[in-house]
């Protein structure tokens, strides 16, 4: 049933109707008739952030490349057209068929940030479908899924999937349709169906584990059942050149937040950064030569019309053949009038050569992350950036003409000090002190350095997923801190944000399954688009949190001894917690861990993949001087 | 260098894409058929389009324009064609031809609107009441704030006529660039007015769609 007569009498009384019809070129329809699986692909935010969102557009293709599948996008309606489905009993669709997505056979959430689980549970209840996925009975579909970042800890919504695919999906998605389609026409049944899933390597069924509790509330054990595997490995792709990538995307009519081609250049890191979850959950780095980078984005500039095109990586100034891969680049963007845009640069391998090649790209301004303000605190997170090397950039940049310059921080860093904070403005004017330096300094325009300082969310598989966050009392005492240091200071801007969002992160991201009923009890009172500062309501979350008998405090903030159960120890993702400690003492001794293409670092990764990320008989000569030091 | 002129239509999902956005489609479109579009000269280079007439949102239509210029040698049928085959099939080139009018020619544009409603009767009395007042007066947002229009003096009301699923309306009404009134305008005002004058009657949907873009002699923009 096609539900476009029921959804366009409503459109006219929303914001942005073109966001809920579908229609964009690129979006893949298909014969409903020839099909054997039908994926409804949901992102749990609105369509102009999920479709910014690369690893939609990649599983997207990856899926819909098989002629016998059919991969559709959802995304979160906003609350006025969500006030309108309910009062017309509109349920949730998918928008190339728009049939409704309670008819497919998977429901599939990608989780990108914590704080959007309430969207899941809402997007699940639009469509019909029971939240719990107790309720969900014994017929096969649809399956709920999930996959993404967040899967790492799953537990907080672990009662509401019926499966999880951890790491990357490119193949472990279709092995699952796969098995889905054979056993489903055998007649098999969900928990048939999860108990044979659970096979998978990168499939984590949770209704296969049962979780008890000390008393104190930590974990006592994670017990499988019925076969299913005791440790649960993640998915990874061995060879990243030859894995697919999308040839199109679909290209949204209305403005979303990046709206551009974005060619993805290499995955993991090398670096090493102890507070930074996605350098060691995408662990091993890995990346695409020249040749595929530039072919790959041709072909998607010449499929989407797009006149942007962007390189999506980690740290894409860590990719050995950079200074190739930017001329290939660069003849055929300046040839094709395509503005060329880099993110993720990290400041200590901005090189001259690079910097000659970035000037022929159009740029709003400089960003960099030096993410603490003192070499002491940069050394115990291993962000291996000297404040030398942050100078030498600022100059190159300011000698380029830029006048403004945007600075990165964190707070509420293990080991953090009241004199760290203020180091981070200090820091700042010695940028600008810099600039009033140089002879030849860009005239007209006063220099402007932006400081923004995020609260610091400790997460799992990092070293510093045994550290407890900074309290509330703490970081508005480092707030304070700021703002003293700050005043006066006419070149320097800094802001932050309220602490109560990074709170709720960190409760989510660390939190175990009794969450399960805080979330849900947190949706009932009305809670949506927590990342959202507009919707977002902490005192509902602490109501939510009371109801269940849990605060928030043993989540968020209390020490984690080594030798305690955490909720998310019974998933692999190729990081050894014995590197995770060795890095954490060092972290406390201030002690810094060289990138591993200079020297491996023993994370545990080649214990799985069985042989060396590099080749480290290649002489350092060859490489980029960015990855020599 | 060629300057084409273009009719497309817009229906369907494709009426909900607004005109700005609309713009980037288009500039995309060219982009993905291959098709060389003459760039403006200058700091900041962008393909040349031009809209001579705005589609309010949600207002179906064939007869929409779109000015360009081919820099080279392609035929403006090719140009058409591989459009097509990059555009939604709900967003259609449905012919090229060289420009003749300019765009300040444009005066009018033609309009039917359809009024879903289970009492068709009890509309039509409505409407008659409804149009019989001296005048219509609505607020209508323009780039100084909001003005005060007559709607009714603006508008001219071709035909009514009674169907079995509502109220349906031939309407002209004035279009370019000096004055432009939607026909949303005046519907907007009679389903406002509707409530306190006539309460008992139910609606619907608003179906629009422009039937054609005239001169100011009446004949075809084109």
Redesign the interface.
């Given at each position: 049933m096609n539900l476009?007569e029921k959804i366009?009498?409503l459109?006219?009384n929303v914001q942005?109707?073109?966001r809920y019809?579908?229609?964009?070129?690129g979006s893949i329809m298909k014969d409903k008739s020839q099909i054997k699986a039908r994926f409804a692909f949901c992102f749990p935010d609105r369509y102009d952030v999920g479709m910014s969102h690369l690893g939609m557009k990649v599983l997207y293709a990856v899926i819909n490349q098989r002629p016998e599948y059919w991969c559709e996008r959802v995304f979160a309606p906003d609350t006025d057209f969500e006030a309108l489905m309910r009062e017309h009993h509109l349920p949730l669709y998918a928008l190339e068929s728009l049939e409704p997505i309670k008819d497919f056979d998977f429901i599939g959430f990608t989780l990108q940030y914590e704080l959007c689980y309430t969207n899941i549970l809402n997007m699940l209840d639009l469509a019909g479908v029971p939240v719990w996925q107790r309720d969900r009975g014994e017929s096969i579909a649809p399956i709920v899924c999930a996959g993404g970042s967040c899967a790492c800890n799953p537990e907080p919504i672990a009662d509401f999937v019926d499966l999880f695919f951890l790491g990357e999906g490119e193949e472990v998605d279709l092995e699952v349709m796969d098995l889905y389609v054979k056993m489903r026409d055998a007649g098999a049944t969900r928990s048939e169906f999860l108990k044979a899933a659970s096979q998978i390597q990168g499939v984590y069924v949770p209704s296969l584990y049962d979780v008890s509790y000390h008393e104190d509330g930590t974990v006592k054990a994670v017990t499988p059942k019925d076969g299913a595997p005791a440790t649960v490995r993640k998915r990874i792709i061995e060879n990243f050149d030859k894995c697919p990538a999308p040839e199109s995307f679909v290209?949204p009519?209305?403005?979303i937040v990046h709206d551009r081609a974005v060619t993805e250049v290499l995955r993991g890191c090398l670096r090493g950064c102890r507070f930074c979850q996605a350098g060691f959950l995408y662990r091993p780095f890995r990346e695409k030569t020249p040749e595929t980078i530039c072919e790959q984005s041709k072909k998607l500039?010449?499929?989407?019309?797009?006149?942007e095109l962007s390189l999506c990586s980690l740290s894409t100034s860590d990719h050995s053949r950079i200074e190739e891969m930017m001329d290939g680049l660069l003849t055929f963007t300046e040839n094709?009038?395509i503005n060329l845009s880099l993110p993720s640069l990290r400041v200590d391998n901005f090189s001259t050569g690079l910097m000659n090649r970035l000037r022929r790209v159009r740029s709003s301004g400089l960003t960099f992350a030096p993410e603490a303000g003192t070499q002491r605190m940069r050394d115990v997170i291993n962000k291996n950036v000297t404040e030398e090397e942050l100078m030498r950039t600022c100059k190159i940049a300011f000698n380029a003409g830029q006048t403004s310059v945007k600075l990165y921080f964190m707070m509420g860093l293990p080991t953090e000090t009241d004199d760290d904070i203020r180091g981070i403005i200090e820091l700042a004017q010695r940028v600008v002190d810099m600039f009033y330096e140089m002879e030849r300094r860009p005239k007209g325009k006063p220099v402007q350095i932006s400081c923004s300082i995020a609260t610091f969310v400790p997460k799992p598989f990092t070293p510093f997923e045994f550290h407890p966050q900074d309290t509330r009392e703490m970081i508005a005492h480092k707030q304070k801190i700021l703002e003293e240091a700050v005043a006066g200071h006419k070149r320097i801007r800094a802001s932050w944000h309220f602490p109560e969002t990074s709170i709720l992160e960190a409760v989510l991201a660390k939190g175990d399954r009794r969450l399960c009923n805080v979330i849900y009890g947190a949706w009932k009172r009305g809670c949506i688009f927590d990342a959202w500062s507009e919707h977002f309501n902490y005192p509902l979350w602490l109501e939510a949190f009371a109801e269940q008998g849990l605060n928030v405090e043993f989540y968020a903030n209390r020490p984690r001894p080594y030798d305690e159960v955490f909720p998310w120890d019974h998933l692999d993702y190729y990081v050894d917690k014995a590197f995770l400690i060795r890095e954490n003492e060092k972290a406390k001794q201030a002690q810094t861990t060289k990138h591993c293409r200079l020297q491996c670092a023993g994370c545990g990764v080649t214990k799985v993949t069985g042989h060396p990320c590099f080749d480290y008989s290649k002489p350092l000569r060859d490489l980029p001087e960015a990855l020599t030091s | 260098m060629v300057p084409v002129r273009a009719t497309f239509e817009k229906r369907?999902?494709?009426k909900?894409?607004?005109h700005l956005?609309?713009m980037?489609?288009m500039?995309?479109?060219?982009?993905?058929?291959?098709v060389p579009i003459w760039?403006t000269e200058g700091f900041n280079?962008h393909a040349y389009l031009m809209f001579p007439l705005a589609l309010s949102?949600?207002c179906e239509s064939g007869c929409e324009c779109m000015d360009f210029r081919i820099d080279g040698d392609m035929p403006m049928q090719e140009a058409m064609e591989r459009l097509n085959r990059?555009?939604?099939?709900?967003l259609q080139i449905l012919a090229v031809a060289a420009p003749v009018r300019k765009h300040t020619d444009i005066a009018f544009a033609d309009y039917a609107v359809r009024l879903d409603s289970e009492q068709p009767d009890a509309l039509r009395t409505a409407w008659d009441a409804f149009i019989a007042q001296p005048e219509i007066l609505v607020e209508k947002k323009t780039k100084r704030g909001t003005a005060q229009v007559d709607v009714k003096a603006q508008a001219e009301i071709q035909d009514v006529q009674t169907a079995a699923d509502g109220l349906l309306l031939k309407l002209r009404l004035p279009a370019g660039t000096s004055v432009n009134v939607n026909p949303g305008l005046l519907t907007d005002a009679f389903l406002a007015w509707l409530p306190e004058h006539a309460p008992e009657v139910q609606t619907?949907?608003?179906h629009a769609e422009r039937l054609a873009i005239l001169c100011a002699d009446g004949t075809p923009f084109a």
């Open positions: 476009f366009e009498p459109l006219l942005k109707p073109a019809i579908g229609g964009e070129p290209v009519f209305s403005e500039i010449d499929n989407t019309g797009y006149e094709e009038h | 369907r999902r494709a909900y894409i607004s956005d609309l980037r489609c500039q995309r479109a060219f982009r993905r058929a291959g760039f280079p949102l949600g990059v555009l939604p099939p709900d619907g949907t608003v």
